[in-house]
């Protein structure tokens, strides 16, 4: 690599020491478990501002729970900024990389560029809140907030579930949900944003490419859907008398993968990721079954399309056993393409640095997704190990990381300097 290898922000094992500083604040139990509107995700983001603040950068955490600091232009200054992060929050039993790589990179790239070359636009570093949509069923709400996707309105319909609105734990956890309109960012304030990620599949690692630069991301539409059968006596009720709510469950879930299977050229992806039964008891015929449905695709016709079809084949398999069946979309979220300029950049600046980078499309959901309807937004991706990802086997070498974060502070340079 470049000149960037001596970069001490950049090094590998500074990257990792960070990494671990916030994998530490996690719930006990396997991977890191710290949920979107929690006490754990609230000192991650005190975290990453203390150590903004380390390097001189002010910041400040928005009506949403965004954190933002930023580095004021140093030559020439042009007006609007070129920024850089991700997200904090993850998945139960998640992994330490999902989001935590960008802001770690973020900061490196803070720090990398505060003793670097001379910038002309003002750089912010984001740490976004509550993207994991694994809480609250919606993804991205910090940045679909700061993008004006999401209100104050749409955050006392979210809940988790435990019936807890997203509105009550942003309250709990010192936020402001009402005025969440003040923090809406306005796009003649900003030039471009890049956000760095792990890929979370194994496209880079099958094909030996340290770099991925990011063309479409993937969209997701979410579905809750209820059967209500009838709770009886497992010994008593005879097996042609029943209207069991999980044995449908169980059909549907094996449909929903068959749509997808079915769909052998596309990029669709179908998954039933939590199912609840009840009453629960070895002795009961379960007489209700929720359970959740993700459907993502790179094309929103198609997502749609599946998404309609997967309520379809439940309405007909409740219908054949005799069970009610409710279908509730929860949210959705079309596939974008990102920015070819960004892309471009990002390319160059692998290039630049002798890193080989490969152009794919990413099937996991980003903010960078939610800020593209801003300004000029690209994803650069680093190799996950097996593609693990959302499980605590996730990981990223400490090379591989500080590879993308190297790319990163480039590509911010050569957006910088453009007009
Ligand atoms: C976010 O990680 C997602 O669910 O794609
Ligand atoms: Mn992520
Ligand atoms: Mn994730």
Known sequence: MSTLATV??????????????????SEPGPGVSRLAYTRLERQAHDLFAS??????????????GNTI????????????AIGTGSHLDSVPHGGAYD????????????????????RHRPWRFVAFAAEEGARFGQACNGSRIVAGLTGAADLRQLTDRTGTTMAAAMTECGLAPERVETARWDPRDWRAFVELHVEQGTVLEHRRVPVGVVDTVSGSTRLRVCLTGVASHTGGTPMDNRRDALAAAAECV????????????????????????????????????????????TDYGRQRAAAHAVGQRCRTVAARRGVD?????????????LSREVAAAARAAATALGLPAEVLSSGASHDTQQI???????????PSRGGLSHSPGEFSTADQVAAGAAVLLETMYRLDATA
């Open 254 to 297: 094996l449909d929903c993968e068959r749509l997808a299977v079915a769909a052998t050229d596309v990029n669709t992806r179908i998954t039933v990721g939590a199912l609840t039964v009840e009453p629960g008891a070895i002795t009961i015929i379960p007489g209700r079954v929720v359970f959740t449905v993700d459907v993502r695709e």
């Open 69 to 80: 600091g930023e580095l004021a232009p140093d030559a020439e200054p042009r007006p609007g």
């Open 8 to 25: 001490p922000a950049l090094q590998p094992a500074r990257l990792e020491e960070t990494l671990l500083r916030f994998a530490a604040l």
């Open 325 to 337: 069946v409710e279908v509730e979309e929860l949210a959705d979220t079309p596939p974008v393409s």
């Open 372 to 382: 593209s309807r801003l300004m000029p937004a690209g994803i650069v991706f680093v």
């Open 51 to 64: 150590l903004l603040a380390d390097l001189g950068i002010a910041s400040y955490t928005d009506a949403a």
């Open 99 to 118: 989001g935590t790589v960008g802001v770690v990179a973020a900061l490196a790239v803070a720090a990398a560029a505060s003793a670097g070359r001379p």
